[in-house]
T-cell receptor, first 112, second 114 residues
Framework: KAGVTQTPRYLIKTRGQQVTLSCSPI?????VSWYQQTPGQGLQFLFE???????NKGNFPGRFSGRQFSNSRSEMNVSTLELGDSALYLC???????????FGPGTRLTVL | AQKVTQAQTEISVVEKEDVTLDCVYE???????LFWYKQPPSGELVFLIR??????QNEISGRYSWNFQKSTSSFNFTITASQVVDSAVYFC???????????FGEGTQLTVNP
């Protein structure tokens, strides 16, 4: 069974630009969560989608948004990029709430 | 609010030593899940274990074992006969069943030297 895939793996953007990251969950998994990892703040929850609906959202500004498609694939978008948005963005998929959450390899975003 | 504390920032051991990674958590929920993840230099978080708060049985999987003690709100992880390939950052995490987000500890950098 294929694992969680994330594209692209690396991304370099400049301040003010916007970026879209993609996540394909494990086949059959309907929940997708996003996390941001930085050296200063550690791993922080961004949001979770289940059956195309956002179920939960972390404490991030409105510049961070996401969506989920009918095939459970998810995208997250960050608009008006800031230097502080440089991070590893990790996507996790699970069958249901509380399930073992399996993470993808992450997208490393660098904002210059 | 939930919180996970991993007091050990870095641990360095010599191969074949046993090592225990500590995890202490805080939650007001009576039902919750606890997780351990391994993050090698590649960055991917590798799922190791999920434990339900109702299940206080210790678990052993090969060289890995976990000690869950609800009375002290701790969920410690022991690696027996450590190997160089065990070198990574290890994260403990908590999920309250009333929500769906994982709250992670700060992580423990484990270095196993040959």
């Amino acid at each position: 069974k294929a694992g969680v895939t994330q594209t692209p793996r690396y991304l370099i953007k400049t301040r003010g630009q916007q970026v879209t990251l993609s996540c394909s969950p494990i086949s059959g998994h309907r929940s997708v969560s996003w996390y941001q990892q930085t050296p200063g703040q550690g791993l922080q929850f961004l949001f979770e989608y289940f059956s195309e609906t956002q179920r939960n959202k972390g404490n991030f500004p409105g510049r961070f948004s996401g969506r989920q498609f009918s095939n459970s694939r998810s995208e997250m978008n960050v608009s008006t990029l800031e230097l502080g948005d440089s991070a590893l963005y990790l996507c996790a998929s699970s069958l249901a709430v509380g399930g073992g959450r399996f993470f993808g390899p992450g997208t490393r975003l660098t904002v210059l | 609010a939930q919180k996970v504390t991993q007091a050990q920032t870095e641990i360095s051991v010599v191969e074949k030593e046993d090592v225990t990674l500590d995890c202490v958590y805080e939650t007001r929920d009576t039902t919750y899940y606890l997780f351990w993840y391994k993050q090698p230099p590649s960055g991917e978080l590798v799922f190791l274990i999920r434990r339900n708060s109702f299940d206080e049985q210790n678990e052993i999987s090969g060289r890995y074992s976990w000690n869950f003690q609800k009375s002290t709100s701790s969920f410690n992880f022991t690696i027996t006969a450590s190997q160089v390939v065990d070198s990574a950052v290890y994260f403990c995490a908590l999920m309250e069943t009333s929500g769906s987000r994982l709250t992670f500890g700060e992580g423990t950098q484990l270095t196993v030297n040959p």
